[in-house]
């Protein structure tokens, strides 16, 4: 950009940098009352404003060229730290009842980026919605485009640790082999973070469980019948039914790729699986396509790899399921790439495996048909069938959110 527009541009920020400061506070208020409101665990809300000289340098680096202050996007960013990662597309959907949020889009190097940890996913545009745009409170702040940001907190120091460590290779301080480790830190602080969430269901489960043993009886005394100078009293006693917080927005759909990462930490280091992934690699040449041909050879492969199955899961494979093909869209950005560094394709076939199980919905089956997945996990079978159908029913929205 040439000096002239970039001292135009910076001086309309100048003169709107009271209202950017009073918006990004104003908004920091209102979403603490929002996920205050929907019980969802956070761990902090914070805002930021660019200084003067952060847009200077940004409008001298950008490759963008801008046309006025208006168009520049970022000078406002919010950051939402969660307790859990499985609560971030919850939030996005909550917000939604109350601001304009889409996805913001990714530059070609974030997107490619192999130790990004789900950072640079969860950001998103937020503008005041068109409902509040005529409010008195809300007007002058209409047109503002904010860079918002959902994280859980060990994404949020994940990111705090990389960046330091990307400033150091800037300048030559570690070299590739360091960035290497760094991504190995990375899937392990990612294994964590999905282990706090299954912790953090596995607890909601068992409160569930004791309610439904234990449930609080409602005793209603009726009196109904006259005899003499006495009455009878009739005592009935009704079962209360649970409730859920039904403020909360429903889990219209949870993601293959969250029930992929769920189920990692189930198949960490399984030979069977490695056998796997090196036989797809050596069919495909590591280049993957999305075709029925694919689903078959997986299908076959599975054949070999002596699972143990049922003859209706076997034919569901065969056949080329359907849902099987679904679960390909979500476990790859892109269907057609040649390589993909955080999925196994061995896993992507074992997934395929657990779905089909679950589409049976017996807890008996997928007990009887897990194998050796478990020896290292500590879970018991059982209660990894229950995890399995409960992933199954939200992907398919079947589920409300704490149900």
Not at 68 to 76: A, K, P, R
């Amino acid at each position: 950009m040439d000096q002239k527009k970039i001292d135009e541009i910076l001086d309309d920020f100048d003169g709107s940098h009271e209202t950017f400061r009073l918006y990004k506070d104003r908004l920091v208020l209102v979403l603490q009352e929002i996920l205050n409101k929907s019980e969802i665990p956070t761990d902090s809300i914070s805002g930021s404003l660019m200084t003067r000289g952060d847009l200077r340098s940004s409008l001298s680096q950008d490759i963008v060229s801008y046309n006025s202050f208006s168009e520049v996007e970022g000078v406002v960013s919010i950051r939402v730290v969660l307790m859990f990662h499985d609560d971030i597309a919850l939030t996005a959907e909550l917000l939604k009842r109350e601001f304009f949020i889409e996805p913001l889009q990714l530059s070609h190097n974030e997107s490619l980026e192999q130790d990004r940890f789900g950072v640079s996913i969860n950001k998103f545009f937020l503008m005041v919605s068109e409902e509040k745009s005529g409010q008195m409170e809300y007007a002058r702040f209409s047109s503002l485009k904010i860079v918002l940001t959902i994280r859980s907190t060990f994404q949020d120091a994940w990111f705090g640790v990389k960046e330091k460590f990307v400033q150091m290779a800037r300048s030559g301080l570690i070299g590739e082999g360091n960035m290497n480790q760094l991504a190995q830190v990375s899937y392990l602080i990612k294994m964590a973070d999905a282990e706090l969430s299954r912790i953090r269901f596995s607890l909601d489960e068992k409160n569930q469980k004791r309610q439904v043993q234990a449930p609080p009886k409602e005793v209603v005394h009726i009196r109904t019948e006259k005899q003499g100078n006495k009455v009878k009293e009739n005592t009935v006693q009704n079962k209360e039914v649970s409730h859920f917080n039904d403020g909360k927005p429903e889990f219209s759909e949870v993601t293959m790729r969250t029930f992929r990462d769920n189920l990692e930490r189930f198949i960490l280091d399984d030979q069977t699986i490695r056998n796997i992934d090196r036989n797809i690699s050596d069919y495909y040449d590591t280049a993957l396509t999305y075709n029925d041909e694919f689903v078959d050879t997986l299908a076959r492969m599975y054949s070999n790899a002596r699972i143990i199955k049922t003859d209706s899961i076997k034919e569901a494979l065969d056949n080329g399921e359907p849902l099987v093909r679904e679960m390909m869209k979500h476990l790859y950005d892109d269907i057609y790439q040649k390589r993909s560094e955080y999925i196994h394709k061995g896993t992507c076939l074992l997934v395929m495996f657990f779905i089909l199980l679950a589409k049976t919905g017996s807890v008996d089956i997928i007990r009887r048909h897990v194998g050796g997945h478990l020896e290292r996990t500590g879970i018991s079978d059982t209660e990894f069938a229950n995890n399995i159908l409960l992933y199954y029913k939200k992907s398919a929205g079947t589920l409300k959110d704490g149900t």
